[in-house]
């Protein structure tokens, strides 16, 4: 009886002790099937040949549209047998500084106008003062961010403006001489605002993305931004032996009145002899300033007003085949319409169908007649006006202005004999 009592407990013990024994945890290898990593690998592999064989492709054809591209002609005038002047000297001109490229910029409408406010101050105090063209544009810029927060987004954003916001900005911030305020960063030598509008318009938009929109806090992000980009400009300064704040200096040294300029358009899109908005993207804040005059008075205004030594700012489309920098000339060729047909209705066509633009901004500075037609001599800002003999100026013919000229901004003197006409 011991002997199986003892049999019985050894046993036990050795089954409860095989029971009791816990499973232990370890890592392994990953188990891969062979036959389905020889299949992976095969996709794997045509995946590759497959992805190089697009981009083959895709890089074939980026680069046969890039051949495209800089091989492709544009349709031009053959100026062999245009008369044209044949040097500046043909002009009767007015004061105007040398011409200011823009380089990267789209910033014509400031370095235009403030030429034509330049030549104005002349005419009206007998002082050459070269300005700050990226005075104005820095003052733009915040004006455009204001802008864009009042309409919650809803505002044209682009390098362009504009005559008439040089007015409107130095009305509310004054002006600076060039000398004071380049614009240019230490070591620079050309304007460049490509990653300043970048970084500009990516800022806008985000915070229209955040619907954010707290002027308070977002201006002074875009001042900063524009400090990098331009240099912050100076609150005070001295020129000539006197201290000056930009609005002391445009009051007290430039002399000059902001309200004294006005800019006239030439539409049938509205009743003439009233005030309305110029209807352009650039017009970002739907100014409805501009007197409306019949083309005829209109271009009564640029001939007579250059002839008696106004100058004159204008704005319009500078994409003709009658438009070459290396002729340093514009005009409108008779394959596009004769001189005789330009009229009101020709001009108006061109506008509502989109042929005629507010590309560019320019200043007239001169007058010559030749063989019968009106020629007007342009201080351009733009690069094609460096391509021909002429650096920064180009030659308009009468036809060309008439055609495709959309507005000018004048001192207002050269437009009292037409206000009377105006409806009140």
Request: aromatic residues 16%; charged residues 35%; negative net charge.
């Amino acid at each position: 009886m011991k002997f199986k009592f003892f049999l019985f407990l050894f046993i036990s013990a050795f089954v409860f002790s095989q029971i009791s024994e816990k499973d232990k945890a370890i890592y392994k290898e990953k188990y891969k099937d062979p036959v389905l990593k020889e299949m992976e690998e095969a996709n794997d592999k045509l995946k590759e040949e497959e992805e190089k064989k697009t981009k083959e492709i895709q890089d074939k054809i980026k680069e046969e549209r890039k051949k495209e591209r800089e091989e492709k002609k544009v349709l031009k005038v053959d100026f062999s047998n245009i008369k044209k002047p044949e040097s500046l000297e043909a002009f009767q001109k007015v004061f105007h500084f040398p011409p200011v490229p823009q380089y990267l910029t789209g910033t014509c409408w400031a370095f235009s106008t403030v030429s034509f406010l330049e030549s104005e101050i002349f005419r009206l105090t007998g002082k050459k003062v070269k300005l700050s063209e990226i005075f104005i544009v820095y003052y733009e810029y915040i004006e455009k961010t204001k802008g864009f927060i009042e309409t919650r987004g809803d505002t044209h954003l682009g390098e362009g403006s504009e005559a008439n916001a040089v007015f409107r900005v130095i009305s509310k911030y004054g002006i600076v001489p060039s000398s004071i305020y380049s614009g240019l960063k230490e070591g620079k030598d050309k304007h460049d605002h490509s990653f300043l509008f970048e970084r500009f318009e990516s800022f806008l938009n985000f915070i229209k993305e955040k619907n954010f929109w707290n002027e308070e806090e977002v201006i002074p992000q875009i001042s900063s931004l524009l400090d990098y980009y331009l240099g912050k400009p100076p609150e005070s300064f001295e020129y000539e032996g006197k201290n000056y704040t930009p609005k002391t200096f445009l009051s007290e040294y430039l002399q000059i009145n902001p309200e004294d300029f006005v800019s006239i358009m030439s539409t049938m899109s509205q009743d003439f002899y009233t005030m309305g908005e110029f209807k352009a993207p650039d017009n970002w804040w739907h100014s409805k300033d501009y007197y409306n005059l019949p083309l005829e008075e209109f271009y009564s205004i640029i001939k007579e007003g250059i002839k008696k030594g106004y100058s004159i700012a204008i704005g319009g489309d500078v994409s003709e085949p009658g438009y070459e920098g290396f002729e340093d000339c514009a005009i409108i060729p008779t394959f596009d319409i004769p001189e005789e047909y330009i009229d009101q209705s020709a001009r108006e066509l061109r506008i509502y169908n989109n042929t005629t633009e507010d590309d560019h901004g320019i200043h007239l500075v001169g007058y010559a007649e030749i063989d019968g037609k009106d020629w007007f001599l342009i201080k351009d800002s733009a690069r094609s006006s460096r391509w021909g003999k002429f650096e920064g100026y180009y030659f308009y013919r009468g036809d060309y202005v008439k055609l495709k000229m959309l507005t000018i901004t004048v001192h207002k003197d050269l437009i009292k004999p037409y206000l009377e006409k105006f409806k009140k």
